[in-house]
């Protein structure tokens, strides 16, 4: 079975610094994949950035990028000079492969100040 | 544009009555999934469907029931028996394959049953 956990209910920042969410997963596949999304207050689910389990480097995507240490078992997400529209809940997610079901995390509020 | 519809945004009904939720994607995705959410918690997934005619229960099929007849709608049943109905379901679509591909999000049915 797939875990994810999320430590951290709410974090908050300053605009135009960074921030961290943690993420932790559990898994004995050897292949699998971990997902960022992002959900406003509105609901929808906004897809930000994929890290395959083999990739060797960190992924990236503007100001978000993932910081993947696979003997930790972790993929936190960065998000570089945060803006206020950056305030939303954040969720981690894994899955086998293309076409198998994501395990999410409990989500990370994270807001914004100016 | 392609993407993926659920109708409506906002349901009401009465306790003991069966509900069904649309979900509609034009992406030719051959995966689609329904989820709940409950307020401030993560997504749990109800039922998977990866190829037309066949699906699969995920965590909480209790009460709910799908079907898979074509390869563009996917909608859920909320019966009477499923005891706590009111939440905020989420459809989504991804296709099958090689690697990983995130899941690709509808704007979400906010059910409520009193």
């Given amino acids: 079975a797939q875990k994810i ?20 997963y559990d898994t004995s ?7 960022w999304y992002k959900q406003p207050s509105s609901g929808e689910m906004i897809f930000l950035i994929y890290q395959g389990s083999y990739d060797e480097q960190n992924a990236t995507e503007g ?29 981690c997610a894994m899955g086998r492969t293309s076409g198998s079901r994501l395990t999410f995390g409990e989500g990370t509020q994270l807001t914004v100040n100016p | 544009d392609g993407g993926i519809t659920q109708s409506p945004k906002y349901l009401f009904r009465k306790e003991g009555q069966n509900v069904t939720l649309s979900c509609e994607q034009n992406l030719n ?12 918690q993560g997504l749990r997934l109800i039922y998977y469907s990866q190829i037309v005619n066949d699906f699969q229960k995920g965590d909480i ?54």
């Fill in chain 2, 61 to 114: 099929a209790e009460g709910y029931s799908v079907s898979r007849e074509k390869k563009e709608s996917f909608p859920l049943t909320v019966t009477s028996a499923q005891k706590n109905p009111t939440a905020f379901y989420l459809c989504a679509s991804s296709p099958v394959g090689q690697g990983n591909y995130e899941q690709y999000f509808g704007p979400g049915t906010r059910l409520t049953v009193t």
């Fill in chain 2, 29 to 40: 995705h051959d995966a689609m999934y329904w989820y709940r959410q409950d307020p401030g």
């Fill in chain 1, 63 to 91: 100001r978000y990028s993932l910081n993947f240490q696979k003997a930790r078992k972790s993929a936190n997400l960065v998000i570089s000079a945060s803006q206020l529209g950056d305030s939303a809940m954040y969720f």
């Fill in chain 1, 29 to 35: 596949d050897q292949s699998y994949g971990l997902f």
């Fill in chain 1, 5 to 24: 956990t999320q430590t951290q209910p709410g974090m908050f920042v300053q605009e135009k610094e960074a921030v961290t969410l943690d993420c932790t």
